[in-house]
């Protein structure tokens, strides 16, 4: 079998589907974020364990979901509260756990971002493979703050299977607020990098998608029109417009959301030369 662990903040909108969909799981745990509505009451009411602790980065959350919580099985599946698990990446998984010679220490998974009824294929740039299945014995530590990147003893795999994912199903209010949180993070870094010097290009045409995808955002970070840029790539290059008018507003969503890193790295960058922002 597996365990399950599941980050919550205020999320007694999307926990309850969260966890039906996890109803064949004997060992659910909800690691907290000190919620002020139902989510702990949510989480009891199923059968979870809850434990609380507050916030300080993705990458802190996250070990110590793996390493400060005795778990009943040796894999560990940590989903977010607004991503269903489907009947076909249960059964893949279990089929790993069952079989004791795995090497990995942890699987990548893919999944389907859906919007407004819709899967936007393109606009959300599909493929996207998130680390969401673990051995925590055989996890060394996260790097980044946000959208943390998991290093492990040994090798990492790819399920076939996909989750569905909710994003916006908190509004687009708590949307907003989980994304300036993120270009907060994503401005610190963008000034870090800048600082830097040149682009890494080996990480640009890596074979690993996860360390491509840092290369193409330190390349990002020196494009002018950067937020422009963003929607033009998406919309038109990606095909986003195959996505009707689900995936135009999406587009436009995260253009706002690249204007939001922009906006804040410039601000970083005068403060740090002591300028008035």
């Keep these: 079998m597996i365990s399950v662990c599941i980050l919550t903040l205020n999320e007694e909108r999307n926990l309850p589907a969260c966890l039906a969909a996890l109803s064949w799981c004997d060992d659910i745990v909800v690691l907290d974020s000190f919620s002020t509505d139902r989510t702990v009451e949510i989480a009891k009411e199923a059968g979870a364990r809850v434990y609380q602790r507050a916030y300080d980065g993705e990458d802190r959350q996250r070990m110590f979901a793996l390493k400060g919580i005795e778990y009943k099985h040796t894999w560990v599946f940590m989903p977010d509260a607004d991503e ?27 999944y389907k971002n859906m919007f407004m009824g819709r899967w936007i294929k393109h606009s ?21 703050e946000e959208h943390a990147i998991p290093i492990g003893d040994g090798p990492e795999g790819r399920l076939k299977e996909h989750y569905l994912h909710y994003s916006f199903n ?46 193409l955002k330190e390349l990002s970070m020196r494009v002018p029109f950067r937020s422009q840029a963003r929607f033009m790539y998406m919309y038109i290059v990606r095909g986003g417009f195959l996505d009707g008018l689900q995936g135009y507003h999406y587009c ?3 253009a706002a959301y690249e204007y939001m890193i922009v906006i804040k790295t410039k601000e970083l960058q005068r403060r740090e030369r002591g300028l008035p922002v």
């Excluded at 279990?94 to 220490?105: F, K, M, N, V, W």
């Excluded at 740039?125 to 925590?136: C, G, I, N, S």
């Excluded at 989980?178 to 890494?200: D, I, W």
């Design 252 to 254: 436009r969503l995260i």
């Design 124 to 144: 959300s740039l599909y493929p996207t493979w998130m680390t969401r299945f673990f051995r925590p014995d055989r996890i060394i530590r996260f790097e980044r």
């Design 84 to 110: 269903i698990t489907t009947d076909e990446l249960r059964d893949e998984m279990l089929a790993i756990a069952a079989d004791p010679t795995r090497p990995e220490s942890f699987f990548r998974i893919r």
């Design 170 to 215: 908190n509004g687009l209010r708590a949307w907003y607020e989980k994304h300036n949180r993120y270009s907060s993070s994503e401005a610190r870094e963008t000034v870090e990098s800048l600082r830097g010097g040149s682009v890494s290009w080996h990480k640009v045409f890596s074979s690993r998608s996860e360390v491509r995808r840092r290369g």
